[in-house]
């Protein structure tokens, strides 16, 4: 089965940095790109940070740019989201997904082909 753990939200203060991790299994994961979504309040999902299977492209919305750093490291079927300079603007919950026929900027602006293809959320808040 397809599995999409993310981790390590939480509590930050603006100006702060945070990093998210996701570890996929039941797929190849190093032909998958991967992605990260988010889920605020009041808001739509959007997708914020997406590579491609091999890490060479990033796809970015135009709120985190210059601010967030989205890479993979595929030995370990794990997919990081590094957020610096944080803001309350961001606070959300964080989505991992993948997608092995996507490239990257399809996937962050349509989420995954399958719904299997999305891991569960972890929270980030940021305070002011």
């Known amino acids: 089965d397809v599995q999409l753990q993310a981790s390590g939200g939480g509590l930050a203060q603006a100006g702060e940095s945070l990093r998210v991790s996701c570890v996929g299994s039941?797929?190849?994961?190093?032909?998958?790109?991967v992605g990260w979504f988010r889920h605020g309040p009041g808001k739509e999902r959007e997708g914020v940070a997406c590579i491609s299977g091999g890490g060479s492209v990033a796809y970015y919305t135009d709120s985190v740019k210059g601010r967030f750093t989205v890479s993979r490291d595929n030995f370990q079927n794990t997919a990081y989201l590094q957020m610096n300079n944080l803001s309350p603007e961001d606070t959300a919950v964080y989505y991992c997904?993948?997608?092995?026929?996507?490239?990257?900027?399809?996937?962050?602006?349509?989420?995954?082909?399958?719904?299997?293809?999305w891991g569960q959320g972890t929270l980030v808040t940021v305070s002011s």
């Open positions: 039941g797929f190849n994961f190093g032909e998958a790109a």
């Open positions: 997904a993948a997608d092995p026929q996507r490239i990257s900027s399809l996937l962050c602006e349509r989420g995954p082909s399958g719904l299997r293809f």
